[in-house]
């Protein structure tokens, strides 16, 4: 095989085997989490805030952006304590916004 056949080869490869790995989260474990609003630190969101430019995982800006979620289990997000009396919110936050 040719370097490039072989590079293309391990690439999908590659390719299948993410896509495989993300499809793993199987519909009754995903029933069993929420979206929580709040506690995610800088980076570590699993998806989608309203700040201009993030648009999903890994995308928040500062710890525990309001607009930002974390799958959480569900009946844990409300009760859960942050640092500066915050706490967690299934609907999202006008607190700690990324500044403009």
Do not use: I, W
Request: proline share 5%; net charge neutral; with cysteine.
């Amino acid at each position: 095989m040719t370097t490039h056949v072989k590079t293309a080869a391990f690439a999908a490869a590659v390719t299948a085997a993410l896509a495989l790995s993300a499809s793993n989260t199987t519909p009754a474990k995903a029933a069993d989490m929420e979206k929580c609003y709040g506690v995610a630190l800088a980076g570590q969101n699993d998806c989608k805030t309203s700040a201009a430019g993030a648009t999903c995982a890994g995308s928040s800006k500062v710890d525990y952006q309001g607009d930002a979620f974390k799958a959480v289990p569900k009946g844990t997000c409300t009760t859960m304590e942050l640092p500066g009396n915050r706490m967690g919110s299934l609907e999202p936050l006008d607190r700690d916004l990324p500044a403009s």
